[in-house]
């Protein structure tokens, strides 16, 4: 590793890129562990809820966590360009939470 690649990968990134990011991927880890105690709060609220999402299983794959996971990993791996959805979809709008991060709603 050089000087150079060792001086950009410090502990803080540069005020300009953090500056760039969206709402929601600059708040990143807070939307995580939001979403992690709106979880927890849910399985201690609602008594069975744990039951009821485990007995939801296919040849013993946990279907919620199967379609969560192609949820976050589908755009991905397909390359899905939030920015022009709405070219070819025709759906104007915010209308998926990742879009909301891109932005392409406030266009509107």
């Given at each position: 590793?050089?000087?150079?690649?060792?001086?950009?990968?410090?502990?803080?990134?540069?005020?300009?890129?953090?500056?760039?990011?969206?709402m929601?991927?600059?708040?990143?880890?807070l939307?995580?562990?939001?979403?992690?105690?709106?979880g927890?709060a849910?399985?201690?609220?609602?008594?069975g809820?744990?039951?009821a999402?485990?007995?939801?299983?296919v040849?013993g794959?946990?279907l919620p966590?199967?379609i969560?996971?192609?949820a976050?990993?589908?755009?991905?791996?397909?390359?899905?360009?939030?920015?022009?959805l709405?070219?070819?979809?025709g759906?104007?709008?915010?209308?998926?939470?990742?879009?909301?991060?891109?932005?392409?709603?406030?266009?509107?």
């Amino acid at each position: 590793m050089t000087a150079t690649e060792t001086s950009t990968m410090g502990a803080g990134a540069p005020a300009g890129v953090v500056r760039r990011l969206s709402m929601l991927d600059r708040f990143l880890p807070l939307w995580i562990l939001a979403a992690m105690a709106l979880g927890l709060a849910a399985g201690w609220l609602v008594p069975g809820l744990g039951a009821a999402l485990d007995a939801v299983q296919v040849a013993g794959i946990s279907l919620p966590i199967a379609i969560g996971l192609l949820a976050m990993m589908y755009p991905v791996l397909a390359k899905v360009r939030y920015d022009r959805l709405d070219t070819v979809t025709g759906i104007g709008g915010c209308w998926c939470p990742r879009c909301c991060s891109t932005g392409s709603w406030a266009r509107r």
